[in-house]
């Protein structure tokens, strides 16, 4: 089973941004869809991004032109980077690999990294 480890989350004004880090052992994460989800408290987990092995990209409506996900020249990282965020963005972040065809997450879930947005 593969590990996931999320990273880079934190405290942060609206406005601001941050980079959050998922990483796994060997370079499986170049060869599969992956995608971020997150969890605001009392809600559903989410998918807000995905990557295709390919490079392809798509983004929920809500984080579309502020969130950008993209993967390190060895493939073994694969970032979330939020910019212009907003307090609704608050939640877990999870990294996972996604269903090809649909936002099912198909590996055991990680501890996540938490982003907070808030003045």
């Known amino acids: 089973q593969v590990q996931l480890v999320e990273s880079g989350g934190g405290l942060v004004q609206p406005g601001g941004s941050l980079r959050l880090s998922c990483a796994a052992s060997?370079?499986?994460?170049?060869?599969?869809?992956m995608g971020w989800y997150r969890q605001a408290p009392g809600k559903q987990r989410e998918l807000v991004a995905a990557?295709?092995?390919?490079?392809?990209?798509n983004y929920a409506d809500s984080v579309k032109g502020r969130f950008t996900v993209s993967r390190d020249s060895a493939k073994t990282t694969v970032y979330l980077q939020m910019n212009s965020l907003k307090p609704e963005d608050t939640a877990v972040y999870y990294c996972?690999?996604?269903?090809?065809?649909?936002?099912?997450?198909?590996?055991?879930w990680g501890q996540g990294t938490q982003v907070t947005v808030s003045s």
């Open positions: 060997g370079s499986i994460l170049s060869i599969v869809t």
């Open positions: 990557i295709g092995s390919g490079g392809s990209t």
């Open positions: 996972n690999r996604k269903s090809e065809r649909s936002a099912f997450a198909l590996w055991s």
